[in-house]
DNA sequence: TAATATACATACAAAGATGTATGTAAGCAA
DNA sequence: TTGCTTACATACATCTTTGTATGTATATTA
């Protein structure tokens, strides 16, 4: 069969990446293969290069299904500041608590967050996403360290630490949670007490 | 050249390890062929498959020079309980600061440090090089929380929270450190700052 | 409905990478 | 000094992977 409609080629392509993603997932992106991708989609390597320059812009598809929509998410939920029900710390919280759901919810963006993490090496052409990553975190932390400020101008913390320190803190404490949440695939050592990790990493910051 | 005492054959093996970490370095470690490695190292893969079995073989022994030594110090930074000098907050404080201050001191941990990190696909044989992670950095919680008991029988921290939660943020925060110290590698961004972090994360637990 | 562009499948050529087999000169032990 | 072993280098066969070129049947459009 040949020629299908606008419609089935854009099926087919989402099939490649669904594809891509699980063989990713198996195999590592680098030992992947675009023929490894095209079985698994029932599809021969003719159809991937058609709808693909190549193997990196596969990878980057698969990406941008995430991340876009992420960096909006956070932004809803930290930076809705007017006349907010939710102190701000309960804001970082909730933001933080909401990515975990997702990733609970969806187990396309597990994998996702998979392949990202473990399963691709970053170098020449992947090298730049590594910055991208960076620079997106970069702006995180602004949001968390706004957050704080008004945490601490409606008299919520301790004044201890700056808000800088303590949106530093939260962020090294989140990657490193993301990090740890996914590697434990099986559940058992970190996922299942994520959420509560969150409470007890804002708490420790309320005034009592 | 030809047959060189076994001095000579000790040093070609560590100049294929030291090559195979330049090239794991630049090409991550999917990308690098043998040929590369041998190359880099002025030898021939003769020379290489003499010295191992395969590249696998070479990417754990690279590790395993920084990983053998790298948890007898942290146990020995942690675990020296004996009439100690400082106290239990100081300790984790300095276990921590020790590990980045190493970092700081050799380009080499640096390197496979970031091999590891971002350089290394974790599937197949690679994929209990994660699960020892994992347990060691179990065992490494368990040592957190120690200290973290030792300070709250001293009454140097609010009770708020449970040796294990604090355990667990600090851990989650230094992996998260860890990972943004080793993808900053201009060092603008967090390196100048990880030793005031790890201070900040520490303070905050301190009763005042 | 004829022409053209689309959405693939198939075939081919070239390069890369791996493992092994074989060669060889020098060290070392008896 | 002979003979065995070590520490490699060289050569070869095989498999994989990639990119591209070509074929082709069907939508789409004018």
Same mark, same amino acid.
């Given at each position: ?102 990733? &609970?919810?969806?187990? *396309? /963006?597990?994998?996702?967050?998979? $392949?990202? @993490? +473990? #399963? ?63 590697? &434990?695939?099986?559940? *058992? /050592?970190?996922?299942?007490?994520? $959420?509560? @990790? +969150? #409470? ?9």
């Amino acid at each position: 069969m040949v020629r299908k409609t606008k419609e089935d080629a854009e099926l087919t392509k989402r099939r490649i990446m669904d594809a891509a993603r699980a063989v990713f997932l198996r195999r590592g992106v680098s030992r992947s293969t675009l023929e490894h991708i095209a079985t698994e989609a029932n599809v021969t390597r003719g159809a991937v290069y058609w709808h693909f320059k190549n193997k990196t812009e596969i990878f980057h598809a698969i990406r941008e299904q995430v991340f876009l929509p992420l960096f909006d998410k956070v932004d809803d939920v930290l930076s809705h500041v007017p006349d907010s029900s939710k102190d701000p710390l309960s804001q970082i919280e909730a933001s933080l608590c909401q990515t975990i759901q997702d990733l &609970d919810a969806s187990q *396309t /963006q597990r994998e996702i967050y998979e $392949i990202i @993490m +473990i #399963k691709c090496e970053y170098v020449d052409e992947f090298a730049a996403v590594l910055h991208q990553i960076l620079d997106n975190c970069s702006s995180l932390v602004e949001k968390y360290e706004l957050a704080y400020q008004r945490a601490q101008a409606k008299n919520l913390i301790a004044p201890k630490l700056s808000a800088h320190a303590l949106a530093l803190d939260t962020h090294l404490f989140f990657g490193g949670l993301l990090h740890m949440w996914i590697k &434990d695939s099986k559940g *058992t /050592q970190f996922r299942h007490q994520a $959420i509560e @990790m +969150i #409470k007890a990493h804002i708490d420790l910051r309320r005034k009592l």
